[in-house]
């Protein structure tokens, strides 16, 4: 079975501070692309990173970034320089090699503190 | 840009009411995809369509049916609607199913079954 787990239902950060969102996977998969996504109170999904599981270099997109594990099936998302923003419910997922198939965690809630 | 439009953004049935759930994108994507949001459980993916005139179940099609009318819409149908599909719906495309690509959201549907 292929599942996504997020251990943290909320997080909460200063602005200005780091904080960083963790999330692990299970699959058996060998080639499959993992991603944060970003949903504000407009509800609206939105993608902040990708990473695909082949490249052993951590993504980056400005303030965002990802620490990936793939032995440990580990990708946890830090933001730097947090924003208010930034306030939103963040899904990490992956999705396998055969397509058409995202596999969603359950959300960690972000809070940021002015 | 619009993107992927849902239509409508909020719904009331009572149980046993039928309703179709509307979906558009604008990008020439290929393919399509219905999800429902549950709190604690993030989304769990319905029923896709890969491409114009194909469509597949996903984790949890069970009181779904979907239409794949043209390339740019894709339409979730509630037969029989019941309690336990009260839900966000999300309708996502993106362009082919390989899991590199970014799946583009729309902005929900928020339904509740009475």
């Known amino acids: 079975a292929q599942t996504v787990t997020q251990s943290q239902p909320e997080m909460s950060v200063q602005e200005a501070e780091t904080v960083t969102l963790s999330c692990t996977y299970d699959?058996?998969?060998?080639?499959?692309?993992l991603f944060w996504y970003k949903q504000p109170p407009s509800r609206q999904m939105i993608l902040v990173i990708r990473?695909?599981?082949?490249?052993?270099q951590n993504a980056t997109e400005n303030r965002f970034s990802v620490n990936f594990q793939k032995a440990a099936k580990s990708f946890s998302l830090k933001i730097s320089d947090s924003q208010l923003g930034d306030a939103a419910m963040y899904f990490c997922?992956?999705?396998?090699?055969?397509?058409?198939?995202?596999?969603f965690g359950t959300g960690t809630s972000l809070t940021v503190i002015p | 840009n619009a993107g992927v439009t849902q239509t409508p953004k909020f719904q009331v049935l009572k149980t046993g009411q039928s309703m179709t759930l509307q979906c558009a994108q604008d990008?020439?994507?290929?393919?399509m995809y219905w999800y429902r949001q549950d709190p604690g459980m993030g989304l769990r993916l319905i029923y896709y369509?890969?491409?114009?005139?194909?469509?597949d179940k996903g984790e949890v099609p069970n009181g779904y049916n979907v239409s794949r009318l043209n390339k740019r819409e894709f339409s979730l149908r509630l037969e029989s609607a019941a309690p336990s599909q009260t839900s966000v719906y999300f309708c996502?495309?993106?362009?082919?199913?390989?899991?590199?690509?970014?799946?583009?959201f729309g902005a929900g549907t928020r339904l509740s079954v009475l």
């Open positions: 990473q695909e599981a082949y490249k052993q």
């Open positions: 996502a495309s993106s362009y082919d199913g390989n899991p590199k690509n970014i799946q583009y």
């Open positions: 369509s890969a491409s114009e005139g194909t469509t």
């Open positions: 997922a992956y999705s396998i090699d055969t397509g058409n198939q995202f596999y």
């Open positions: 990008m020439n994507h290929n393919s």
């Open positions: 699959t058996s998969e060998s080639d499959y692309y």
